[in-house]
């Protein structure tokens, strides 16, 4: 079946530091790709997504491209803030389901 | 707009004992989806109910069930409750049940205990 592997957290940042958080997939067909975030008290949110191979995700600094030769769907952000400390959820959909990685939480020091 | 809600928040059962939890789209939404996160864990698809009908189904026993009603809201229903049941569960709605570039939206979660 699908599934989707995350690197393991926490990952512990300083303030403007950049930030990678590693995802790769599996899947027989082509799915579309999320990152959600959990920020501590509150829901599950969409951060960004794409649809398909070579797309890329961007919204509030964090990008993620769609590269289907090496199934990865890596979340970038070039200078992190505290407000960001929240866990990080890589997701693919196909159908009517969403398949998640086991999270990333992220810290970030200021 | 209210967004997706859920309740109970919080909620304690003992070993055997059934649970039931609730509920509500965000408007405008008319699919409801559930899934189980366990602590430290990425969230797992239970169910989709599109039309008051279960449309999709995770890899979850019989004692796992729901139900949707005309106005959209729906519950889920856990029998024969075990210690490994004790997780978030979360309600995510959509308008439609199969969009694939759709945002679902999910609601705070219920924090189900099982002793």
């Known amino acids: 079946g699908d599934s989707v592997t995350q690197m393991e957290g926490p990952v512990t940042l300083s303030e403007e530091a950049f930030l990678t958080i590693n995802c790769t997939y599996t899947?027989?067909?082509?799915?579309?790709l999320f990152w959600y975030v959990q920020y501590p008290g509150e829901g599950l949110q969409l951060l960004l997504k794409?649809?398909?191979?070579?797309d890329k995700g961007s919204n509030k600094g964090f990008e993620a491209t769609y590269r289907k030769e090496t199934t990865s769907f890596h979340l970038e952000k070039g200078s992190v803030q505290v407000s960001d400390s929240a866990v990080y959820f890589c997701?693919?959909?196909?159908?009517?389901?969403?398949?998640f990685g086991g999270g990333t939480r992220l810290m970030v020091k200021p | 707009d209210a967004g997706v809600t859920q309740s109970p928040t919080h909620l304690i059962k003992t070993r055997g004992q059934q649970v039931t939890l609730r509920c509500s789209p965000k408007?405008?939404?008319?699919?409801v989806s559930w899934y189980q996160q366990a602590l430290g864990q990425g969230p797992q698809f239970i169910f989709q109910?599109?039309?008051?009908?279960?449309?999709q189904r995770g890899n979850f026993p019989d004692r796992f069930s729901g139900h949707q009603f005309p106005n959209y809201s729906s519950e889920l229903n856990v029998n024969a409750l075990l210690l490994g049941d004790s997780a978030l569960y979360l309600c995510?709605?959509?308008?439609?049940?199969?969009?694939?570039?759709?945002?679902?939206?999910f609601g705070e979660g219920s924090r189900l205990t099982v002793l």
């Open positions: 995510a709605s959509s308008l439609g049940p199969s969009v694939h570039t759709g945002e679902l939206f």
């Open positions: 408007s405008g939404h008319d699919t």
């Open positions: 899947a027989t067909g082509y799915p579309s």
């Open positions: 109910y599109y039309e008051e009908e279960e449309r």
């Open positions: 794409a649809t398909k191979a070579d």
């Open positions: 997701a693919l959909r196909e159908g009517n389901m969403l398949t």
